[in-house]
């Protein structure tokens, strides 16, 4: 060690000059598919050198699916979580195995093209779920107290998994509310505005990809937006003559809410969580793009070293930056899980 740091103390140094753009690139993130007002977002990544204008105002954009021209809309009411960007929503939905081409041009900025393949529809989807016990960090000594509860949902399909076929899921959960008797008008009032209402539940790496570990979707371990969520990215594991994928979020158990009022007469509020399963098949270009920001967010070595491993960037889009995928979709359909029994 000590003679490695004073190797290290009187090496030379040599300057390397490395050609730099002189102008900003156009930076595309879009994920469509079989839903209609699937979202392309379009920014400028700045040059390292110059001053160059960020907005992504004067940029124009054009999507074909199998040469046809698609309708797009200016989406003003976006919130960018780049400075700059702009979104637009497609004005339709495709079809399996259509061939769309995305095209962004600026007269201050080289134009940007990116192919994309909608891909195969998921049929004979098989959805179970069960309770599975597992830990809540990666503590060695696997103490009890961490052990927590989790709802797997396991999705089974005939077909074997092959090398460019990637999947992502996500759950949504609603509370609907049932009643017992006459329940006070003032009292019911603030369970009505919340019954029905989706959200995102969160989710959680599969507890065997991480040897008896939950993590987080905090982490955004492998994890993208998609209308309006986060979506778990993962290659299918192989299972028999087909595959599977899963998911894991805390169980949300039936409350029972009880009453009375001034007759004594007694009434009961049901709150009971319904679930919605959606799980996508991705075009590779999605895995790849993620995968390279995950290898680069998760190989930094303290920056006081001076040294960090090389990593690459993923892109797809040819003259720019970013990432233009598509999905193709299976939904279960809203349903009740009475008591978390296995199914």
């Known amino acids: ?22 102008t900003g690139r156009i930076y595309i993130d879009a994920i469509v598919g079989q839903k209609d007002g699937g979202r392309i977002n379009l920014a400028v990544s700045q040059p390292a050198l110059g001053s160059e204008d960020a907005s992504a105002e004067d940029i124009t954009l054009h999507l074909k699916a199998d040469g046809e021209p698609v309708s797009l809309v200016r989406d003003m009411d976006y919130v960018p979580e780049i400075e700059g960007m702009v979104s637009y929503l497609v004005e ?36 179970t779920y069960k309770k599975v016990n597992t ?9 009890m107290g961490n052990l927590i509860t989790l709802l797997e949902f396991n999705m089974a399909m005939d077909e074997k998994p092959g090398t460019d076929i990637y999947f992502g899921v996500q759950v949504c959960k609603r509370a609907v509310y049932d009643t017992v008797g006459t329940v006070p008008d003032h009292t019911w009032e603030q369970y009505e505005k919340k019954s029905g209402i989706v959200e995102y539940d969160d989710l959680y790496i599969d507890a065997a990809y991480t040897e008896g ?21 993962s290659p ?44 996508y098949r991705l075009s590779p270009e999605i895995y790849r ?11 930094r070595v303290p ?4 040294f960090s491993p090389v990593t690459y960037t993923y892109t797809n889009v040819e003259g720019g930056l970013g990432m233009f ?7 279960s359909g809203w349903f009740r899980i009475e008591n978390n029994e296995n199914e």
Do not use: W
């Open 1 to 22: 060690m000590t003679l490695a740091a004073i190797l290290l103390a009187v090496s030379c140094e040599k300057v390397v000059d490395f050609p730099v753009d002189e």
């Open 92 to 127: 339709g939905s495709f079809r399996p195995g259509q061939k769309l081409e995305l095209e962004a041009g600026s007269p201050t900025l080289p134009s940007a093209k990116a192919l994309t393949t909608v891909p195969a529809s998921l049929q004979d989807v098989k959805l």
């Open 135 to 143: 830990y809540k960090n990666r503590d060695p000594e696997q103490m």
């Open 213 to 233: 570990s939950a993590i987080s979707s905090a982490v955004k371990e492998m994890f993208v937006l998609y209308d309006g969520g986060e979506m778990q990215v």
């Open 236 to 279: 299918a594991e192989v299972q028999g003559d087909g595959a599977e994928v899963k998911a894991y979020v805390y169980p949300t158990r039936k409350q029972l809410m009880q009453g009375s009022y001034h007759d004594d007469a007694r009434y009961e509020i049901y709150e009971v969580f319904e679930y919605d399963i959606h799980l």
């Open 289 to 299: 793009c993620l995968k390279a920001r995950y290898i680069i967010d998760n190989s």
């Open 303 to 306: 920056i006081h070293l001076g």
């Open 325 to 331: 995928g598509a999905v193709s979709e299976y939904e």
